[in-house]
């Protein structure tokens, strides 16, 4: 259910979008959504391809209008308002600069469409580009600036009108990693400065993880999980989620006891511990799915301390640490993350037989 209208920005109610002439005929791009988003939140909607995630961002900027439910804007009915009506901006993926146009005139140009007072332009333009970091290149035309910094203006434009609302359809995607990084930083610098809410639209997990106060994770139309970062990762409460948020190990188990929100369970691996309980459709003997992430696990020095066991089937290095997939007896495969520590760290190669300890609380029983 979302949070009190009074507390939403956006307030989403039971909106569905279905392109042709019924649910039977048509594509259902969005089912029966309902969320709220907060005053002053960095938001992100996650999600792969076609899962639904542009066409509720579009749905809010107004560029369509929902077949089914309605979105309130700050109590407001937006029903039937075109887009230059609503006090929300998009920021794109392909920013749509005009190339024949310096930086300071595609951000004024928004403005003289609104019929500011040419007094009132200059100082937000000034305003602006001061937020973005961009005072320098006011007089640059836009096609002789980089990828970065042609966002950089794109971003200006957008928050020039003072929207309540900036909308962002994954304007990350097409930088380079390093410049995406730090993009991030500023994105979020941006939000926090501004106080305006901020929806965010993209399909990497990482991004969604590092920007967000939080995020809505969706698949094929619906909203699967709304929570903050942390909630989102650590306690996944269906299988796709735990699945699509990062690495994940998922074994089979079955419930040996529960209580409230913590189950007891027996992986078919042979460890018995607790897990966290997700619903409340569980019961003592269902077979369950369990998730534990990589970096949950560690190898230590004898059966004793030890909750799993099994051989080393693959070595994966990345930089910063090392992926271990562990096949064990149940037949089950398992994967380790260790962080690099240097020269000293212990080398494990293909073929050992190893001993896992599982981290407390890092075990969570997904529904499907």
Partial sequence: MPEQTAEAAIDVRNTSKI??????????????????????????????????????LRLIAG??????????LFGEHLEGLPPYKRPVNTVFQHYALFPHMTVAENISFGLEMLEKPAAEIKPVVDEVLGLVQMQDLAERKTDQLSGGQQQRVALARALAPRPKVLLLD???????????????????????ETGITFIFV???QEEALAMSDRVAVMRDGLILQVGDPNEIYDRPAKRFVADFIGDINILRARIQNRDGTRARVKLEAGYEGEAGLPTDSQDLGDEVSVAIR????????????ADLSGSIQHVSYFGSGFDYEILMPSGETLTLQLQNRGADQHDYAIGDEVHIAIGSNSMQILSD
């Fill in 294 to 305: 990589p970096e949950q696990l560690s190898f230590v020095g004898g059966a004793i301390e």
């Fill in 170 to 192: 994954e304007p990350l995607s097409a930088l380079d990693f390093k410049l995406r990084k730090e993009m991030q930083v500023e994105l979020k610098r941006l939000q926090h």
């Fill in 19 to 56: 392109y042709g002439r019924d649910r039977e005929t048509g594509v259902v791009a969005l089912d029966q959504v309902s969320l709220a988003i907060r005053d002053n939140e960095f938001f992100t909607l996650l999600g792969p391809s076609g899962c639904g995630k542009t066409t509720l």
């Fill in 202 to 204: 993209t399909h990497d």
């Fill in 63 to 72: 560029f369509e209008q929902p077949t089914e439910g309605e979105i309130l």
